[in-house]
């Protein structure tokens, strides 16, 4: 019906539409009570700037259309143009909170909305990241109430650390740590450069042999008319580049199992905790990382967080937006799956850089779903 919107009926008039403005009131009171700025970034986003962030895979999300103006995309979510405008402004402290449609493409037949109201705020502050994280966690907790979810954390920062543990050249850990978010793609990297380097090496062996010779446009001449958008150039870079990882000495399986350690942590924060400083004892790499939960696990006790009763789960994050790079968080609806998480968030330093032009600023944020959140709770009635 045209009165429906996400995971509501009939909110778009009457009744329904005063239901959920009065969540929407409410939760905002929340954000906005540290003296946060509103904002309202425009509905059309340059596409440029998500293209560069995120290839052209952002294209199976976002809307996009093209005027006298280029190439736009309908805002998919409210993070990245707010970053965009605070660090053209001057990237000093800064907070800020919104309320507004994001939009993002489906596929055919999907269930899920195209269009849904996203809450938030956003936190630019070097001062103290532990504090940071704590401060926007609480925000979260108390935006969503009396709301039913169970709330997990994780630290990407933790994942990344592990990483660059691996005594391994540059391009691998490089490799590793751009997939990062696909799960799937780095386990198979770890993989490919450990237990299966040599069987890949001998599944090669001719064209490696034919790139140590100097053979490669021989090979490439008799295998016939070309096939593909790769030209010559493009192929015989490709097989110099398979050829040099090709001599590069596989991952050290000890090492690799200490990664696997670190992904596979979970439970709850304090025991969490424990078991990756156990790790970190083995894996100086980590200690860095460590450190900072251990600081984050503090200052979310002085803001009255029982820690001992929050989960973590090392993985957590890993299939959400590449921009996180330290904490996250989500609060998922039990017994809903109809439900997307109620609210996330997490730590994007490293986004701060790429749109500021080289400059940064650590920074924090947290969304929520205020349709997602009526239908929890009117469902729990």
Request: hydrophobic fraction near 45%; charged fraction near 25%; glycine fraction near 12%.
């Amino acid at each position: 019906m045209v009165s429906d919107r996400a995971y509501l009926k009939g909110a778009r008039v009457g009744a329904g539409l005063e239901r959920l403005e009065a969540e929407v009131a409410r939760i905002m009171a929340v954000l906005t009570r540290d003296g946060s700025v509103r904002v309202e970034p425009a509905a059309l986003q340059p596409s440029e700037v998500l293209l560069d962030l995120y290839g052209e895979d952002i294209r199976a999300r976002a809307f996009v259309t093209r005027d006298d103006a280029g190439e736009m995309m309908l805002r998919p979510d409210f993070t990245v143009p707010i970053v965009e405008m605070h660090m053209r402004g001057g990237s000093g402290a800064a907070r800020y909170a919104y309320c507004g449609p994001v939009w993002r493409r489906q596929e055919a037949g999907s269930a899920r909305p195209r269009e849904f109201l996203q809450a938030g705020v956003e936190m630019f502050d070097g001062a103290d990241p532990a504090k940071g994280d704590a401060d926007i966690l609480r925000l979260m907790i108390d935006a969503l109430g009396d709301a039913p979810v169970d709330l997990v954390t994780g630290d990407i920062g933790l994942v990344l650390a592990a990483v660059e543990g691996l005594s391994t050249d540059p391009a691998r850990r490089a490799a590793l740590r751009r997939h990062v978010w696909r799960p799937d793609r780095f386990h198979d990297l770890l993989e490919r450069y450990g237990p299966r380097q040599d069987a890949a090496a001998e599944a090669r062996s001719d064209l490696l042999a034919a790139a140590a010779g100097g053979g490669t446009g021989d090979l490439i001449a008799a295998a016939g008319s070309p096939v593909g958008l790769r030209g010559p150039d493009e192929i015989t870079a490709r097989v110099a580049r398979l050829a040099e990882e090709a001599m590069r000495p596989p991952l050290d399986p000890e090492e690799v199992a200490r990664l696997e350690a670190v992904l596979n942590v979970r439970g709850p924060c304090p025991e969490a905790l424990s078991r990756l400083e156990d790790l970190a004892r083995s894996s100086p790499a980590l200690g860095p990382a460590v450190a900072e939960f251990a600081r984050r696990l503090d200052a979310m006790g002085a803001l009255g967080i029982d820690v001992g009763a929050l989960a973590f789960e090392a993985e957590f994050g890993r299939t959400t937006l590449e921009y996180y790079d330290g904490f996250v968080f989500g609060a998922v609806a039990p017994g809903r799956p109809d439900l997307p998480p109620v609210a996330s968030g997490g730590r994007y330093d490293a986004l701060t850089r790429v749109l500021g032009g080289g400059r940064s600023l650590p920074a924090v944020g947290g969304i929520l779903r205020p349709e997602a959140m009526v239908a929890l709770i009117e469902g729990a009635r």
